[in-house]
């Protein structure tokens, strides 16, 4: 079992939805969370950073941790065809610089 | 503010070539890290750099492969000789401290699509 679970789609919405992307993890002593988006031919570019449980929302992103069930989401309101690229959860433990990454969603917004 | 700045965007060359990469960190960063993104494997470490001394080079997956930071601002990766099992996306990231205390988060650069025929 890996250790950072991330379903890689593709993901099809059409524009306007919220859309829900997820990765569970079984490294309880995960505490750093992060989102990134990757386009095309691009490196990944940090959307959310997060420590522990709870919500951070900025703008049109939501970050979501469930550590109960090591469970983390990111929700896009109102999605917009310029959100399609491939989006990356990253997770650390305190006191190390690995991250350990999903393998990516990549998500098709339709207009 | 400039980001992570990678050099060259595309290279391609022939197998048994030597390679290097060019890595230019955000500035004030002390962590550095070089990634290769495959589509079999995703984004795999291939060794970290704190304060300019290599931390952790495990993920270097062969003597083929070296890395330098002779400062702040400029790492290498250099790959020689190369052979077409290194053709891949490389990509660079910094960070302001990693380690006990902190854990910044990782910058990209737009990464080295490299290609060994």
């Known amino acids: 079992q890996k250790e950072v679970e991330q379903d890689p789609g593709p993901l099809s919405v059409p524009e306007g939805a919220i859309v829900s992307l997820n990765c569970t993890y079984s490294?309880?002593?995960?505490?750093?969370f992060m989102w990134y988006r990757q386009y095309s031919r691009k490196g990944p570019e940090l959307l959310m950073y997060?420590?522990?449980?709870g919500n951070k929302e900025d703008g049109r992103f939501t970050a979501q941790v469930d550590k109960s069930s090591k469970y983390i989401s990111l929700f896009i309101r109102d999605s917009q065809p310029s959100d399609s690229a491939t989006y990356l959860c990253?997770?650390?433990?305190?006191?190390?610089?690995?991250?350990?990454f999903g393998t990516g969603t990549r998500l098709k917004v339709l207009a | 503010d400039a980001g992570v700045i990678q050099s060259p965007r595309h290279e391609v060359t022939e197998m048994g070539q030597e390679v290097t990469l060019r890595c230019k960190p955000i500035?004030?960063?002390?962590?550095l890290f070089w990634y290769r993104q495959t589509m079999m494997r995703g984004l795999e470490l291939l060794i970290y750099?704190?304060?300019?001394?290599?931390?952790?080079d495990s993920g270097m997956p062969e003597d083929r492969f070296s890395a330098k930071m002779p400062n702040a601002s400029f790492s290498t990766l250099k790959i020689q000789p190369s052979e077409p099992r290194d053709s891949a996306v490389y990509f660079c990231?910094?960070?302001?401290?990693?380690?006990?205390?902190?854990?910044?988060?990782?910058?990209f650069g737009d990464g080295t699509r490299l290609s060994i025929l």
């Open positions: 990231a910094s960070s302001l401290g990693q380690g006990r205390n902190s854990n910044q988060p990782q910058h």
């Open positions: 490294n309880s002593a995960f505490q750093y």
């Open positions: 997060t420590y522990s449980s």
């Open positions: 990253a997770m650390s433990a305190p006191g190390t610089y690995k991250y350990i």
């Open positions: 500035s004030g960063h002390n962590s």
């Open positions: 750099f704190n304060n300019n001394v290599p931390i952790d």
